[in-house]
């Protein structure tokens, strides 16, 4: 099964600050990548997803972006942060449709302060 | 209405007691359904794929009612580490990319 990595997992930046936060996928190929947000006591919300190299979709319209330069490798970005980009950042991979389960890295918790 | 609706809890049970959570979903088009287990302050983790025709791991048992469009989820035995918050999803018609959480329902199993 795959293993998704994310780092680092806290943070605490200054509102205006730019933003990157990597994610890397082990143990698979050419997975559906995406990108969660979940504020504090809140659901997931979906923020990106991405079905292949350079391919973007945008759930959320936000000072946020993603990009993915390669296979595995997934990143969320912000030129200035504001208070409200605080919470729980998740990357998740699923298995293209061979069971559609959804695996989670171990997410950064960010603070804008 | 909500995509996918949770009681929010908490449900507050003793240890050994069977505890039952139920999830509703809007989409009558929705393809895969899911449990996952989020812990406090770290990332969900699957605790069971739900089939149409019902699924059972240990103490866990989960069920598809498509007609009625929810999913349940049953823990017999209830022990202290199963307190948690779990989540529904509901994976959208097929050629769609997207996952639909619920809120969660946060279960404290008490000594």
């Known amino acids: 099964s795959q293993t998704i990595h994310q780092w680092p997992a806290t943070l605490v930046q200054p509102v205006g600050s730019p933003l990157s936060l990597e994610c890397t996928v082990e143990g698979t190929s050419n997975p559906n990548l995406y990108w969660y947000r979940q504020a504090a006591g809140r659901g997931l919300q979906l923020l990106f997803y991405?079905?292949?190299?350079?391919?973007i979709s945008s759930e959320v319209p936000q000072n946020l972006s993603a990009s993915r330069p390669q296979d595995r490798q997934f990143i969320l970005s912000s030129k200035k942060l504001l208070l409200s980009d605080s919470g729980f950042y998740l990357c998740?991979?699923?298995?293209?449709?061979?069971?559609?389960?959804?695996?989670f890295g171990p997410g950064t918790r960010l603070t804008v302060l | 209405r909500k995509e996918v609706e949770q009681d929010p809890g908490p449900f507050n049970v003793p240890e050994g007691a069977t505890v039952a959570f139920n999830c509703t979903y809007s989409?009558?088009?929705?393809?895969?359904f899911f449990w996952y287990r989020q812990d406090c302050r770290k990332e969900p983790k699957l605790l069971m794929s739900?089939?149409?025709s019902g699924n059972e791991d240990g103490r866990f048992t989960a069920q598809l009612n498509r007609a009625s469009q929810y999913i349940s989820l049953l823990i017999r035995d209830s022990k202290l580490s199963d307190s948690a918050t779990y989540l529904c999803?509901?994976?959208?018609?097929?050629?769609?990319?997207?996952?639909?959480f619920g809120t969660g329902t946060r279960l404290k199993v008490l000594a």
């Open positions: 739900v089939y149409s």
């Open positions: 991405s079905v292949g190299i350079g391919q």
């Open positions: 989409n009558s088009a929705s393809q895969s």
């Open positions: 999803v509901v994976n959208g018609a097929s050629g769609t990319y997207k996952y639909i």
């Open positions: 998740a991979g699923d298995d293209r449709g061979s069971t559609d389960t959804q695996y």
